[in-house]
């Protein structure tokens, strides 16, 4: 196997930091709608204000997992790069694969809140035709 070069783990900050921008995005949107609902649930009391607030329940749990993911992701990034400069190559390489694994698990969680982004969407259609 190939010594890990210092560069190798750098290349995730930049995408770190773009993914938690746009995770801080989501979830701050997220935050405004789920009071704008809370409020509108208190006033009308519609069921489809209630489906629509367990979604986003959903939905925030999901955020809190990217985050959390792509928080520890770049701290075993950071990890694998001390140990490329103290030269501890078991460490490097461990610290970078599992980094790269948290990474790909935050991506996951952002595909699946995408996909309850839609339902939300869908529950408001459904209200629609029902009226």
């Given at each position: 196997?190939?010594?890990?070069?210092?560069?190798?783990?750098?290349?995730?900050?930049?995408a770190v930091s773009l993914l938690f921008l746009?995770?801080?995005?989501?979830?701050?949107?997220?935050?405004a709608l789920i009071r704008h609902l809370h409020r509108d649930w208190l006033e009308l009391q519609?069921?489809?204000?209630?489906?629509?607030?367990?979604?986003?329940?959903?939905?925030?749990?999901?955020?809190?997992?990217?985050?959390?993911?792509?928080?520890?992701?770049?701290?075993?990034?950071?990890?694998?790069?001390?140990?490329?400069?103290?030269?501890?190559?078991?460490?490097?390489?461990?610290?970078?694969?599992?980094?790269?694994?948290?990474?790909?698990?935050?991506?996951?969680?952002?595909?699946?809140?995408?996909?309850?982004?839609?339902?939300?969407?869908?529950?408001?259609?459904?209200?629609?035709?029902?009226?």
């Amino acid at each position: 196997m190939t010594p890990l070069e210092i560069s190798t783990p750098a290349l995730l900050f930049p995408a770190v930091s773009l993914l938690f921008l746009s995770y801080t995005n989501r979830f701050l949107h997220l935050a405004a709608l789920i009071r704008h609902l809370h409020r509108d649930w208190l006033e009308l009391q519609d069921e489809s204000l209630r489906e629509q607030i367990e979604n986003l329940r959903k939905r925030l749990k999901l955020i809190r997992w990217m985050q959390l993911l792509g928080a520890v992701s770049l701290l075993l990034c950071v990890t694998s790069m001390v140990a490329v400069m103290f030269g501890v190559a078991p460490l490097d390489t461990i610290s970078f694969t599992a980094a790269l694994i948290l990474m790909g698990a935050s991506l996951t969680s952002l595909v699946l809140e995408i996909w309850c982004s839609g339902g939300a969407l869908q529950i408001l259609l459904n209200r629609v035709e029902r009226d």
